[in-house]
Every structure is written in C-alpha cells, then in structure tokens.
C-alpha cells in the first residue's frame, strides 16, 4: 500500500506542478492604474465599475475617477467598464506602465 501512495504521488506531482492554474498567472502581480472620465465634459466619473474580463478583478473609480486593480493574469488582458448611464467599454491592456484614460460615452 505504502509503494503504491508513493508511485502515485510520484507520478501526479510533476502533473499538478504544470496545471493551467499555475500557467495562467504571472510572475509578479500587475498593477493596472488609470482614470475614467465623460467623453462629451472630460470630468472625471465617480463609481464606475470596472473589472478584468475572464478573472475576479474589480474596482470603483473613486471621486476623482481613479482606480487600481492588481491581478495576477498576465498580459495582455482585457479591462471592462460598466454604468447604466454609460456604454460599455473593453480595452486590451498590453502593459501596465502609467495611467490608463478611458473615456465614456453617455447612453
């Protein structure tokens, strides 16, 4: 019984140590920043939800229209927002240098 608990975590560990869990992280987090502002005024927007498309990632733009989300996903990646006063946008983040601008426009 012994030799076959051994010979089978012998033979799975190598199998869970490449599971698409581990292949779809990165190796250090990421750290998205930017600012959401009207597309017709050029205000910041307060409480717009925005979220990494295919992970949990969320934030609320604060008053000023800033957010931040860390994620482990790597890039590129896709940034949602959502507002019932607002259309909906998807960015296709490809580096997480500076300070993203997304602008929306009303419905």
Do not use: C
Not at 13 to 41: C, D, H, M, Y
Not at 42 to 47: A, E, F, M, Q, T
Not at 55 to 79: C, N, Q, S, Y
């Amino acid at each position: 019984m012994l030799l076959l608990r051994s010979t089978l975590a012998a033979f799975l560990f190598p199998l869970l140590a490449l599971s698409p869990a581990q292949e779809s992280r990165a190796k250090n987090p990421v750290e998205i920043k930017g600012i959401v502002i009207s597309a017709e005024t050029g205000k910041p927007l307060p409480g717009i939800y925005l979220f990494v498309t295919e992970g949990e990632e969320e934030a609320l733009t604060d008053a000023k229209g800033e957010f931040k989300i860390k994620t482990w996903r790597p890039l590129p990646l896709v940034l949602t927002s959502q507002n019932t006063n607002y259309h909906t946008v998807r960015l296709k983040i490809t580096q997480a240098s500076g300070m993203i601008a997304v602008k929306l426009r009303k419905r």
